[in-house]
């Protein structure tokens, strides 16, 4: 059952046929119904017509007369099914007798299934016991006797009965029918009501069929524009108007085309930073090996890996801050959030960072001003990567003897980090392009990627950046870290300074 079409059809045609069926056999019990409701009325309208005819003072020359006609009209039927023209297939295979009240046969036809009413079994039509005799006078043969409708079995034959009471005459007319003919018109008659309803069922299945296939034709559409994009193609579906079932699954298969072509982005600008950046460093860790190798002495030896040693300190660091920008491209990252104590991270940061400094000469100094609160949600990973990268292109942009002023502003639903160095500074032309991979400005060794780091986790944290002239002549950076939902209280009695200075 892999198939919606199949599935459609086999669901609305068994529903269809089911709902048909019950209608046919509803109608068809119906329509035979009505057709035995049809043939009473005839057996009762002819035992009528023959009370009219006869009466008890008709001689006999008249009744036999009249028995005669009753012959030749009844008699005429067996002319049905024949190729008859005074014969008609639904006409009434009938029979009749007329009894005086004492039981005595005043005239039968030679279709009538008895000559007499004693061949009659007659309690199927008393309707109460007869009569005790009186005074030794005779009880009527008919006493007890009721009119109306009776099935019985006469001979080899099932018939439909009709007896009516002529109390004016004191005359019983018997009308009957046989039931198997009776039964074999009334069933024809029906089932010529249901060729209509068969005949369409094909019909209506044809037309069930088609309306299917029509209403599955945007699918099938879409399936053959799906087959017919080349397997490298990743543009977005462009479909005409389709149904509103449809907008979903297009809606879903182009955004998962827009992450499938965000996804190999990230890869392919990976690969290209890894390409630009490690073709250089590899280079030269060749040169410098082949030159260890090559040395003539042990001093030139020592000194070649002294360079070599410094060599692959840098290109490890440029492979940490490769894989660190793949990992903070938009969509990739995931973001382990959590309220954390910005002061404490500041702190716990620079003191890793204060050696670097202090090898330049340089005085790193931190200072904290507004309310005792400094936790907001971050990712606490992320932030430490942030200021590692801040303060180290600071320190190392900043000439010896220079300063780094790390400073944090604590506000009602916000923390401000700026970090501001006394080198040389970046022009306002070109602040626009140093959050870019690779940039380089001054004569700092640098892969160029730490603010392009920077920018990945701001952007992240819905954070907001902004460069401008430090008080101390070089660059500030600041950065605007909104708390989040889930803030909590500093606990008191956090330091508000921590300063480290070269002796």
């Not at 009240?101 to 008895?114: D, E």
């Amino acid at each position: 059952m892999n198939s919606i079409r199949r599935r459609i059809l086999l669901l609305v045609l068994g529903l269809l046929g089911l709902t048909l069926s019950f209608i046919s056999y509803w109608s068809y019990s119906d329509a035979r119904h009505e057709v035995e409701e049809v043939f009473d009325a005839e057996l009762l309208q002819t035992a009528r017509l023959v009370a009219g005819l006869i009466g008890r003072d008709m001689g006999l020359a008249e009744r036999l007369a009249l028995q005669a006609t009753l012959d030749e009209a009844i008699g005429g039927q067996a002319g049905v099914g024949q190729g008859g023209i005074d014969a008609h297939e639904y006409e009434g295979k009938l029979g009749v007798l007329v009894m005086d009240g004492q039981g005595a046969t005043l005239l039968h036809s030679v279709s009538s299934p008895v000559s007499s009413f004693a061949q009659l079994p007659l309690a199927q039509f008393r309707q109460a016991a007869p009569p005790q005799p009186v005074s030794g006078a005779a009880v009527p043969a008919l006493a007890g006797v009721a009119a109306g409708f009776r099935d019985v079995e006469l001979g080899q034959h099932d018939w439909r009965l009709f007896l009516l009471h002529d109390q004016t005459d004191d005359l019983w007319i018997l009308v009957g029918e046989r039931t198997d003919v009776r039964g074999e018109l009334a069933a024809k008659i029906a089932w010529r009501s249901l060729v209509p309803d068969l005949l369409g069922l094909p019909l209506v299945a044809l037309l069930v069929w088609l309306a299917v296939g029509w209403g599955l034709s945007p699918l099938e559409g879409m399936v053959r524009l799906l087959k017919s994009r080349a397997p490298d193609s990743l543009l977005p579906l462009v479909v005409g108007p389709v149904p509103i079932e449809l907008d979903p699954m297009v809606a879903s298969i182009n955004r998962l085309l827009v992450h499938v072509n965000e996804l190999l982005a990230r890869e392919r600008r990976f690969l290209a930073y890894a390409a630009h950046e490690l073709r250089t460093p590899l280079a030269v860790l060749r040169i410098q090996v082949h030159n260890a190798a090559q040395a003539p002495d042990a001093a030139d030896r020592s000194e070649a890996l002294k360079q070599l040693d410094s060599s692959v300190l840098r290109t490890t660091r440029v492979v940490e801050q490769l894989l660190t920008l793949a990992r903070l491209e938009p969509g990739a990252a995931e973001l382990d959030l959590q309220v954390i104590n910005m002061l404490v991270r500041v702190r716990e940061q620079l003191a890793e960072l204060t050696p670097l400094a202090l090898g330049r000469q340089q005085e790193l100094t931190l200072e904290a001003s507004g309310p005792e609160d400094w936790h907001l949600l971050a990712d606490a990973h992320c932030v430490d990567v942030l200021l590692q990268n801040l303060v180290s292109n600071a320190v190392q942009h900043t000439p010896e003897g220079g300063q780094v002023l790390v400073s944090l502003l604590a506000e009602s639903d916000a923390v401000t980090l700026c970090v501001q160095d006394s080198g040389p500074g970046v022009p306002a032309e070109l602040r626009g392009q140093v959050f870019e991979p690779f940039f380089r400005q001054g004569p700092a060794q640098g892969a160029g990627l730490g603010l392009a780091i920077v920018a990945r986790i701001v952007e992240l944290h819905f954070a907001r950046i902004s460069l401008g002239d430090s008080t101390q002549g070089g660059l500030q950076v600041c950065v605007r870290w909104p708390r989040g939902a889930a803030v909590r209280p500093a606990p008191a009695g956090v330091a508000q300074s921590f300063t480290a200075g070269a002796t």
